[in-house]
T-cell receptor, first 109, second 114 residues
């Protein structure tokens, strides 16, 4: 079974600060997805990266897939209270989709 | 509106009383799956279905059953629920079973088994 480790598990910062969350594995994935989940709702896809070294931007969010396709990072610039939520990474491989345990992010006004 | 609909959203029941959680999607997706989400354990897949009449076990299938008689519906059945099945359950669908496909999740069903 492929495992994905997310760090940090919890993060609470002030509005306007920058942050990075990480998703690491010893396994190679064919693709890496990032989801955001808000209380009372299901996860919603933010982005899919499929090429080693790929960088994708979604407004203030920057996603990077590691060169070896074993890890990924999510960087948020000038965080806003609306960015609060649970961020999940999910790696795609022969066994299907494997989810990390998530990073709980709180942005305080 | 494209969506995955789960019912009920909340259920409190007792040990041993059979229950079914329904899941329906209106996107003509081939692939559907069930997950449970528990604190500290994340999302774990229970069962999945690649297409009609094709189902397979995920990582934590014990105590659960599923069926896929129609493309749009994928009910989760707990024949004899136990307290360790208290959890938040999500149904998800995607166009195909390829792992790079985006998963569309329902809003969840919170089950409490007393």
């Amino acid at each position: 079974t492929q495992l994905l480790e997310q760090s940090p598990q919890f993060l609470s910062i002030q509005e306007g600060e920058n942050l990075t969350v990480y998703c690491n594995s010893s396994s190679v994935f064919s693709s890496l997805q990032w989801y955001r989940q808000e209380p009372g709702e299901g996860p919603v896809l933010l982005v899919t990266v499929v090429t080693g070294g790929e960088v994708k931007k979604l407004k203030r969010l920057t996603f990077q897939f590691g060169d070896a396709r074993k890890d990924s990072s999510l960087h948020i610039t000038a965080a806003q209270p609306g960015d609060t939520g649970l961020y999940l990474c999910a790696g795609g491989g022969a066994d299907g989709l494997t989810f990390g345990k998530g990073t709980h992010l709180i942005i305080q006004p | 509106e494209a969506q995955v609909t789960q019912n009920p959203r909340y259920l409190i029941t007792v040990t041993g009383k059979k229950l079914t959680v329904t899941c329906s999607q209106n996107m003509n997706h081939e692939y559907m799956s069930w997950y449970r989400q528990d604190p500290g354990l994340g999302l774990r897949q229970i069962y999945y279905s690649m297409n009609v009449e094709v189902t397979d076990k995920g990582d934590v299938p014990e105590g659960y059953k599923v069926s896929r008689k129609e493309k749009r519906n994928f009910p989760l059945i707990l024949e004899s629920p136990s307290p360790n099945q208290t959890s938040l359950y999500f149904c998800a669908s995607s166009l195909t079973g390829y792992s790079n496909q985006p998963q569309h999740f329902g809003d969840g069903t919170r089950l409490s088994i007393l």
